[in-house]
């Protein structure tokens, strides 16, 4: 019917529209939550990297601040002092107006194993080293503990750092870190009571990790390093020349090229260290860093610092990170400045180094993926069920309608023709216009009509019943002889008011006993004889065959006819309600299309089914339906 498909198609459009907001919203979250999870995933990834790179800076920062409050004369390997009190090496006191102290800076070990030596450049560019003092104090010095070759490696960077370093553009470097805004020429004030690892601890909270790594703030965190050093730049106020030292007399002999007067007329200004540079390659074919700073010696300018072997360094550095990256390096950087203009993460603050981290595994789309993937997954699920529960909605609702309009079109299809003869017969009785003779015969066909009509009201509500589950069995014990002799009276008397040939046969045994509703049986076998004899009537040698069988505990009732049979395209809708097949709405007289629909409702009730055996029997040419059920009612 065309309303019928007008319903199905624009349940299909809605259908469509629904699956399509659907499925695109869907598309849009996933692709939108799998972005903002790529950049979650490479923000974190940066986040970590800058935090490792400013815990590593402030490492750094506590070794940089330490050396910037050294004092000037230390990286003398001797130098004058007016102590308060001197001693002999006899432990009694001196009177001595000048003492030579042998500098901190000459200890066996440096205060980090990665720091090679000091270095001091005077005004005249030579260099000099508190670790490598003349032979006459070398005995003083010396580790005994100290392996050959360790020594004489170090003596080999020295006479190389001799020849490399004078020549290394010390002025230009510090001029260059001063105009970039490295070295800030401030009023000297003394030191604060906070520590250095203070200090570097709360330059990593002031900076952390969570800031977008741009080239204004990568500047901004460059300078703040720097200007740590500020406060720990040493002034020769805040010295306390009043310590009593234990020290060599200056009578004794010392070489004068190493002593550094620091009398009270010279006016000594250190500066902060600049930002470290690589210096060629040593020797042991280690990338050597060169940390120095400027001293303003009345008007002369001298140079310190100290070198740092690279790999020492590195493996410092990683090991500082509270939170290790996996399989991460410490790569050297030639050109600062472009690095910092690219906004590079993992480039340091305080030194030329970059942090290198691997990539995330498989990328960051796979990540991203990686985790929002339980929860796509769960939305998509729940996505797709809905369209599931959506579309069975619709296609039960479809089908409700449809049933519904096949109802009303095949109840008013058929009460119409009982009707009009009711309307037609009783107007001409009442009228007089039937003659006396021929009275009996519309009173008959009156009665026939009522009877079709009362069949066809009744099928309409056992239906409804079978619907709303109202019908309650009530199953008796009978043999199976009984049985089929009930249902081959019905098929006799059918059979010959449509002068058809009738035959039943039983299979069982002559006292099979079986326990069913004979009431229901008898209505399923009442449908198939029905059905059986409308679709053979016409056809030459026309006969229904009912056939009585079982095993294996289940009973079988066979109808068979000799009509045309059942076409492949009514044989999935024959058992539907309000359905009958094309040759049975051109030759079938009467009927709505309930009968099988409820005989196959009946036979699940009695816990069996009811099938269509063959659409076209082998011996007889016609529909062959089987009713199965059990030979004992289930529990």
Request: charged fraction near 25%; include cysteine; proline fraction near 6%.
């Amino acid at each position: 019917m065309k309303s019928s498909h007008r319903s199905k198609l624009a349940a299909a459009s809605m259908f469509g529209l629904i699956a399509v907001v659907v499925l695109g919203g869907m598309t849009w979250a996933t692709v939108s939550s799998v972005e903002l999870a790529k950049k979650d995933v490479t923000a974190k990834r940066d986040n970590r990297i800058n935090l490792a790179v400013t815990q590593m800076s402030s490492h750094l920062a506590v070794t940089l601040n330490t050396e910037t409050a050294r004092p000037y004369d230390h990286y003398s390997a001797i130098y004058k002092r007016r102590p308060v009190a001197a001693f002999s090496a006899g432990g009694l006191e001196i009177d001595a107006q000048e003492v030579a102290l042998l500098s901190p800076l000459a200890a066996v070990d440096p205060p980090k194993q990665w720091m090679e030596f000091f270095f001091h450049i005077d005004a005249q560019g030579r260099l000099s080293s508190p670790n490598f003092p003349n032979a006459a104090t070398m005995a003083a010095i010396d580790d005994p503990g100290r392996s050959l070759s360790r020594q004489q490696g170090r003596q080999l960077t020295w006479d190389w750092l001799r020849n490399v370093l004078p020549g290394a553009n010390l002025h230009e470097r510090v001029a260059a870190a001063c105009a970039d805004g490295s070295r800030t020429h401030t009023e000297l004030v003394c030191p604060p009571l906070t520590s250095p690892a203070q200090v570097a601890s709360q330059r990593s909270t002031d900076i952390g990790g969570k800031t977008p790594r741009t080239r204004e703030a990568f500047r901004h965190q460059k300078k703040t390093f720097r200007d740590s050093q500020l406060a720990y730049v040493p002034d020769p106020a805040c010295i306390d020349r009043a310590e009593p030292r234990r020290a060599r007399l200056a009578s004794e002999p010392v070489a004068s090229e190493l002593v550094l007067p620091t009398d009270d007329s010279e006016e000594i200004k250190p500066d902060v260290f600049i930002d470290p540079f690589w210096l060629g390659e040593a020797p042991d074919a280690h990338q050597k860093l060169v940390f120095v700073r400027e001293v303003h010696r009345n008007a002369a300018v001298e140079y310190q610092g100290f070198v740092g072997d690279w790999p020492s360094l590195k493996t410092d550095l990683l090991a500082s990170v509270e939170n290790p990256l996996p399989i991460a390096d410490l790569l050297p950087v030639l050109d600062v400045d472009a690095e910092a203009a690219e906004s590079t993460p993992g480039l340091m603050f305080n030194f030329p180094a970059r942090l290198k981290v691997p990539d995330v595994r498989g990328g960051a789309t796979a990540a991203a993926w990686r985790s929002v993937r339980p929860t796509l997954i769960t939305m998509w699920l729940a996505a797709l069920l809905s369209l599931g529960v959506a579309a069975f909605g619709l296609r039960n609702l479809v089908a409700l309608t449809e049933r519904r309009m096949q109802f009303a079109y095949a109840v008013t299809h058929e009460l119409r023709t009982p009707l009009t003869t009711f309307r037609l017969y009783s107007d001409m009785l009442s009228a007089g216009l039937v003659p006396e003779d021929s009275q009996k015969e519309y009173l008959d066909t009156l009665n026939r009509e009522s009877l079709r009509l009362s069949t066809l009201v009744e099928g309409v509500l056992e239906y409804a019943r079978l619907e709303n589950q109202r019908v309650r069995l009530n199953p008796v014990a009978i043999e199976g002889t009984a049985l089929l002799g009930g249902i081959g009276e019905d098929l006799q008397r059918r059979c010959d008011e449509n002068g058809i040939q009738a035959n039943t046969e039983n299979t069982l045994a002559p006292a099979h006993s079986i326990r069913t509703d004979v009431d229901v049986v008898t209505r399923i076998a009442g449908v198939l004889v029905n059905n059986a004899c409308r679709h053979a009537r016409g056809h030459d040698s026309a006969s229904v065959f009912v056939r009585l069988g079982g095993d294996n505990g289940e009973i079988a009732l066979d109808v068979i006819d000799t009509g045309a049979g059942i076409d492949r395209s009514d044989a999935r809708k024959i058992f539907k309600p309000f359905r009958r097949g094309h040759k049975a709405d051109a030759a079938a007289h009467g009927g709505i299309g309930l009968g099988l629909a409820l005989a196959r409702s009946w036979a699940t009730l009695l816990g069996g089914r009811l099938e269509l055996a063959a659409r076209h029997h082998a011996t007889h040419g016609g529909a062959h339906f089987r009713l199965t059920f059990p030979s004992q009612p289930t529990t």
